[in-house]
């Protein structure tokens, strides 16, 4: 009994001495906590009505069945019997063929929680903790709604998230060899059979690699990859995502004028919503444009395409945006701006800047969901950040090919 009880202490002690993995483990029971009473503050969000969890994962095992017993009609109407699967047809395909169990969603779904945990507590925490409110911000935003059910339905994104996550660490490695670039595109590649936008990092690593035999590892697997894809495009139906009651839970640069217009008396066309979006979004970005050219000195925007940060941050943000201007994305892709904003302050290195951008990822994730008549302004705050990201970028961009001394890629 004195040996467990030293071993726990000791535990205890590992734990205290490192505050991120402490503050990991207290988000990971704060999940835990909340799968057992059954997610209470996303109920009171009217996000979640109480459904089974990991419920995203589930249905990958739910459309395996049925694609055995009425093939291609999961791609029916959902509603319909055995319809309104949106996913890729080869994970279905790869359960059925080697019989894999249900049980597993229970696997998988706790380990994306703890992967989860792990990303906020060693990227959201460290840049939290520079700032006066270090354990506020950092608890608020990864407990917000957004967050909280990206967990809860064991969503494939944080699947994504954390393929995409290994493959940036791997290409990033400063004796990167081509093994490394062939597990890299391989891991990229299965992710990219079930959700589209990572082919968007294997053109990205392709481009960036310094040798031509890694840009050809990174291509090699396009001629097999698109067709695929093109034919999996051709029967996923484009369908909008509800709430339990019924409200758009997408998010896009068409989102703001949508909702603006839905207000009021006189209703715009699809044309001019989209010409009213653009025009926002371009005087948004030229005014952002502006103010991160007066604040940012030169040293600071050849910092963001810097050796060590220049891979991830494009990473991050190009997947933001691609997801951002697509349009009809679920706002749990909002992740993919917390990483490249964690990239962005590591380069920029001020306080009151680390401070300002979680505090706008604050409003991201509690305005955009269900917040009172409050959601343009989460739109809002969400166009923003896309805005911040794409002139920080532009920026970094034009000091890089203007000096051309920066290696964004260690391969």
């Given at each position: ?7 726990f ?18 988000l ?14 996303l ?26 017993e ?17 996913y ?9 063929f ?17 992967f ?13 903790s ?9 608890y ?27 493959s ?22 299965l ?5 589209i ?7 990205l ?22 067709p695929?894809?093109?034919?999996d ?8 995502n ?14 703001i ?17 989209m010409?009213a ?33 220049a ?5 991050w ?28 302050c ?65 391969l």
């Amino acid at each position: 009994m004195k040996v467990y009880k030293l071993q726990f202490s000791k535990i205890i002690e590992v734990i205290s001495s490192k505050p991120q993995a402490l503050h990991g483990s207290i988000l990971f029971i704060i999940f835990i906590i909340n799968e057992i009473i059954s997610w209470p503050l996303l109920r009171l969000s009217n996000v979640y009505n109480g459904e089974s969890d990991f419920i995203d994962l589930r249905w990958l095992w739910y459309a395996a069945e049925c694609y055995s017993e009425v093939g291609l009609e999961i791609y029916g109407e959902k509603g319909t019997y055995c319809g309104g699967y949106q996913y890729g047809i080869l994970p279905i395909k790869f359960i059925n063929f080697f019989n894999i169990p249900e049980l597993l969603v229970q696997v998988l779904g706790y380990s994306f929680m703890a992967f989860f945990c792990f990303l906020m507590s060693n990227y959201l925490y460290p840049l939290c903790s520079l700032t006066p409110y270090k354990y506020t911000l950092f608890y608020l935003v990864s407990t917000s709604p957004v967050m909280m059910l990206f967990v809860q339905r064991g969503q494939i994104d944080l699947l994504v998230t954390f393929s995409v996550f290994l493959s940036i660490k791997i290409l990033s490695m400063p004796k990167a060899s081509w093994i490394l670039a062939v597990a890299s595109v391989s891991l990229l590649s299965l992710v990219t059979l079930i959700k589209i936008y990572p082919i968007l990092i294997i053109f990205l690593a392709s481009a960036l690699s310094k040798k031509h035999l890694f840009k050809f590892i990174h291509l090699a697997p396009l001629p097999i990859l698109l067709p695929y894809l093109i034919s999996d495009l051709s029967l996923i139906p484009v369908k909008i995502n509800s709430y339990v009651d019924g409200t758009s839970m997408t998010f896009g640069y068409l989102n703001i004028a949508t909702q603006i217009n839905n207000k009021q008396s006189f209703q715009l066309s699809s044309i001019e919503i989209m010409i009213a979006s653009l025009v926002f979004h371009l005087i948004l970005l030229f005014t952002t444009l502006i103010i991160c050219s007066k604040k940012l000195s030169l040293i600071k925007r050849k910092e963001i395409l810097g050796p060590n940060n220049a891979f991830p941050y494009l990473v991050w943000t190009l997947t933001f945006l691609a997801c951002y201007f697509l349009g009809n994305n679920i706002d749990f892709r909002q992740i993919f701006a917390m990483l490249a904003i964690v990239y962005l302050c590591r380069a920029i290195d001020k306080v009151k800047v680390t401070q300002s951008l979680v505090t706008l990822l604050i409003f991201n994730n509690y305005l955009s969901y269900q917040s009172g008549g409050m959601e343009v302004f989460g739109d809002i705050s969400i166009a923003l950040t896309a805005m911040i990201l794409a002139s920080c970028l532009i920026l970094a961009l034009r000091v890089h090919f203007i000096g051309r001394k920066c290696s964004l890629l260690a391969l």
